[in-house]
T-cell receptor, first 110, second 112 residues
Framework: QKEVEQDPGPLSVPEGAIVSLNCTYS??????FMWYRQYSRKGPELLMY????GNKEDGRFTAQVDKSSKYISLFIRDSQPSDSATYLC??????????FGKGTKLTVNP | DVKVTQSSRYLVKRTGEKVFLECVQD?????MFWYRQDPGLGLRLIYF???????EKGDIPEGYSVSREKKERFSLILESASTNQTSMYLC???????????FGSGTQLSVL
């Protein structure tokens, strides 16, 4: 089983929709969790990061972690065309390594 | 703002050529990383460095080497380019561990 699994999509939604992006992970020792956003022809940029189980909000974005299920989610409320990007979950895997999911490509249609 | 600059946006090379990909960061970060990104495979770590002249292998180091002579510069070297090294190459830096990586815009390398 891979350390981090992420549905690659693609996901296409209308403007204003609530988007749910998800990853599962296999190692219960993972302690904190990140979401990166990558626009086309750009490098990824850190969007959110959370240490604990539960929810963390930042504007229209909410990161959720369920350690008992080894499941992390990113919700986007009132999605905008400018949210169209690839979203990657990332988990520090020890020894200065960041384990990335493969990314979910999101398109928000006006 | 932290800036990670990769020297070329697009590069076309021939099989067997020696290829240098350069990366410079301007925030005095300790750690630097080279990843490649391929459709369906995601981001894979090639090499990283946590100090000048130090380097550590990542998950897919075969066919690559790196050089870090100065803190701000981290070079990826393809000793003899092959077609299976056609990919998007991304450089990143961080101040501490992998808490927050800052990525460059990438170099799309095509090996013909």
């Amino acid at each position: 089983q891979k350390e981090v699994e992420q549905d690659p999509g693609p996901l296409s939604v209308p403007e204003g929709a609530i988007v749910s992006l998800n990853c599962t992970y296999s190692n219960s020792a993972f302690q904190y969790f990140m979401w990166y956003r990558q626009y086309s022809r750009k490098g990824p940029e850190l969007l959110m990061y959370t240490y604990s189980s539960g929810n963390k909000e930042d504007g229209r974005f909410t990161a959720q972690v369920d350690k008992s299920s080894k499941y992390i989610s990113l919700f986007i409320r009132d999605s905008q065309p400018s949210d169209s990007a690839t979203y990657l979950c990332a988990i520090p895997g020890g020894s200065e390594k960041l384990v990335f999911g493969k990314g979910t490509k999101l398109t928000v249609n006006p | 703002d932290v800036k990670v600059t990769q020297s070329s946006r697009y590069l076309v090379k021939r099989t067997g050529e020696k290829v240098f990909l350069e990366c410079v960061q301007d925030m005095d970060h300790e750690n630097m990383f080279w990843y490649r990104q391929d459709p369906g495979l995601g981001l894979r770590l090639i090499y990283f460095s946590y100090d000048v002249k130090m380097k550590e292998k990542g998950d897919i180091p075969e066919g690559y080497s790196v050089s870090r002579e100065k803190k701000e510069r981290f070079s990826l070297i393809l000793e003899s380019a092959s077609t299976n090294q056609t990919s998007m190459y991304l450089c990143a830096s961080s101040q501490t561990g992998v808490d927050k990586l800052f990525f460059g815009s990438g170099t799309q390398l095509s090996v013909l």
